[in-house]
């Protein structure tokens, strides 16, 4: 049985700059995950090569298939140094993280993916914890790809991955610029709409989104002049006039239900 007691293992350092780096998750190709559930979850789904496990004594391990992952016993110390959690759960691992690349076209990825027409778009959300909720509630309603734009906080951080909750082994999630996404939008002939207000701003629960990407915009600003002038509409979602907005989080799980709304 492996083992570390030290804090300054490199195992250790590779660790904690893969929960605190952006840059150096994109230079490895890989992400910090934190729980045994989440071990359950990739090791369910497959497709994202399990690297390193982290547990700690007395910790039961969840049985994953990855039968060439290293698996290494720590002290508690150790464990509280390279968790990016307040109180860790025992268990903390790298794994290969989703390349977020953009296909050439798009095209249904599985059949667990129902209605790969419908998308959800990101434009400047820069909460993680946000972000991660919103891809899980994606999964929840069967959307297709999630796209995120520049200024979107990074999918494959710690905080994301964790309120995702095993999303990111099974959900098709991309990044990219407004070009790119338009240009890939309208080669399958899917129409772009903003929940936002404006002058040919539809009910949610009037528009046709049987075929359609949604953007959500950032906690403050909402969407961007340059993604608004690229939608065909926009939407809105019916509130009480006391509330001005809600968080990006609700509105994009309201939008998904509507989405979703018939064929679950």
Avoid at 7 to 28: D, G, Q
């Amino acid at each position: 049985m492996e083992q570390i007691t030290s804090r300054k293992n490199p195992i250790c350092t590779h660790f904690r700059k893969l929960a605190s780096s952006r840059a150096y998750r994109e230079e490895t190709g890989e992400m910090l995950c934190d729980s045994p559930k989440l071990l359950e979850e990739a090791s369910l789904w497959g497709g994202h090569r399990i690297h390193t496990v982290l547990y700690t004594q007395g910790v039961k391990l969840p049985v994953y298939d990855d039968c060439t992952a290293r698996e290494i016993q720590v002290t508690e110390s150790v464990m509280e140094s390279v968790s990016p959690m307040k109180t860790p759960q025992g268990v903390v691992f790298s794994c290969a993280a989703p390349t977020l690349r953009l296909p050439g076209e798009l095209k249904r990825e599985s059949e667990r993916y129902l209605t790969w027409r419908q998308c959800l778009v990101l434009d400047g959300v820069q909460d993680p914890g946000n972000v991660g909720t919103i891809l899980r509630t994606a999964d929840a309603f069967n959307c297709g790809p999630v796209f995120l734009l520049p200024g979107c906080a990074d999918a494959n951080s710690p905080k994301a991955v964790r309120a995702a909750m095993g999303v990111h082994f099974r959900q098709v999630i991309y990044q990219c610029t407004l070009e790119e996404l338009t240009d890939l939008l309208g080669k399958a002939g899917i129409p772009l709409y903003a929940a936002a207000l404006g002058e040919n701003t539809a009910d949610v629960r009037e528009a046709d989104l049987s075929s359609a990407a949604v953007v959500i915009g950032s906690e403050g600003r909402g969407v961007s002049r340059e993604v608004l002038a690229a939608c065909a509409g926009t939407l809105k979602i019916p509130m009480s006039r006391r509330c001005e907005s809600l968080n990006a989080a609700v509105a994009a799980a309201v939008i998904l239900w509507e989405m979703g709304r018939g064929k679950l």
